[in-house]
């Protein structure tokens, strides 16, 4: 750890430094607040350990000027005219901790083990927000076709301001992962990201879960509790299936839109909260709002800009894309050489409708590389459903009538389909039973009649 001591004391410069890089610290020594915060600049420490009163610059003041310019890094004071008033002010002003002197090494010990665990979880929340951005980074959205390139220019516009945005679209299109990369690349990326699914939340709850409520508010708020709103302060909150609300909290609802500001179930006290609202749902809102169930005002006030996200089925160019990024996703998430897709493999994906559209070919994809055993992904690793339906009956030329009877017909027809589905299938019988629409039991019935059974 790299650590800044400042004291006006050589002695007590002298003993700090020689313990702490007798435990493995990094240490620089500076003997006044001035001295202290250009000794900061310049070499940029993890932790300070400054003594209150110092000359020049004191240690409250060089606390104040660290917090400004790294509101991370750790600072401890010292002082051997401790009154809880100066306490109060160092931890007010954003100190992590304070000594009275003259202290022990155990004392100092405690504190800086207590130091070096708090840099350690700063250390992490950085690396994971920095995670996060690199997952929601704008360029990871997934997609080439013209109507994904009209939408990222349309969330590009929304970046660096706080309007309010609704995001439309069928389940499993993406809406959270949009809502997410807009948070992540925008000024709002180090507060808070607060989803709420309005959908999964009772009736009765909702509004608490949203605004918070006091203690005694209701049978069983035994204590106070912040709501969503109020955590997301400086952040962003993510209403997902806002059309679920019911008409009493759209109400409240539409006060924090148009004012930032709620008061918790039960309570009088008016709380501010600066927060990004989101918006997401795949409901016809339009309808709802004639049907009287849900408002129109606030319609309004959250569809100030609205994306709306295309289903999979209508960016057709987009789903061979989407096959490979999923393939090396779980390829890597399971440690084994990433699959190659076969052209038939590829068609079906490509044909098929994507009812769950992105989320759909995510789990199936998924499925397939956890269970497959191949290098390759073939049309046999598909599930049935994706299968291609190859055997449309109007597509058919019936032969003419007098020149075969209609047994030797169907038996022709039978034979090649259950050639064709074993084939597909690398001879399992299971899978080319559920193909053909028939059971395992009546396919090996007609192996044998065909004789296909040993082939």
Known sequence: MNILVCDDKPVMLKFLQEYLEGEGHSVVTASDGEEGFAKFIESQPEAVITDMKMPKVSGIELLKKVKAHDPDTIVITMTAFATIESAIEAMREGAYDYIIKPFSIEQIKMIMNKVSEKISLIKENKYLRSQLKTIYRFDNLIGQSGKMKEMYELISRVLENKATVMITGETGTGKELIARAIHYNGPRANGPFIKVNC?????????????????????????????????????????????????????????????????????????????????????????????????????????????????????????????????????????????????????????????????????????????????????????????????????????????????????????????????????????????????????????????????
């Open 199 to 455: 959908a999964a939340i009772p009736e009765g709850l909702l509004e608490s879960e949203l605004f918070g409520h006091e203690k005694g508010a209701f049978t069983g708020a035994i204590s106070k509790k912040e709501g969503k709103f109020e955590i997301s302060d400086g952040g962003t909150i993510f209403l997902d299936e806002i059309g679920e609300v019911p008409v009493s909290i759209q109400v409240k609802l539409l006060r924090v839109l148009q004012n930032r500001e709620f008061e918790r179930v039960g309570g009088n006290q008016t709380i501010k909260s600066d927060v990004r609202i989101i918006a997401a749902t795949n409901r016809d809102l339009a309808q709802a709002i004639v049907e009287g169930r849900f408002r129109s005002d606030l319609y309004y006030r959250l569809n100030v800009v609205p994306i709306s996200v295309p289903p999979l089925r209508e960016r057709i160019t987009d789903i061979s894309i989407l096959v490979e990024h999923f393939i090396k996703k779980f390829c890597e998430e399971n440690r084994r050489p990433a699959l190659k897709v076969s052209k038939e493999a590829m068609e079906s994906f490509i044909k098929y409708g994507w009812p769950g559209n992105v989320r759909e070919l995510e789990n199936i994809i998924e499925r397939i590389v956890i269970l497959s055993s191949g290098s390759s992904l073939e049309l046999s690793d598909l599930p049935p459903h994706l299968l291609p339906k190859d055997n449309q009956l109007d597509q058919l030329s019936v032969p003419s009538v007098g020149r075969h009877k209609m047994t030797e017909v169907v038996d022709y027809i039978e034979h090649k389909m259950i050639e064709e589905a074993l084939k597909i299938t690398n001879g399992q019988q299971t899978q080319a039973a559920d193909i053909l629409g028939i059971n395992r039991g009546s396919l090996i019935y007609k192996m044998k009649k065909f004789n296909l059974y040993n082939s």
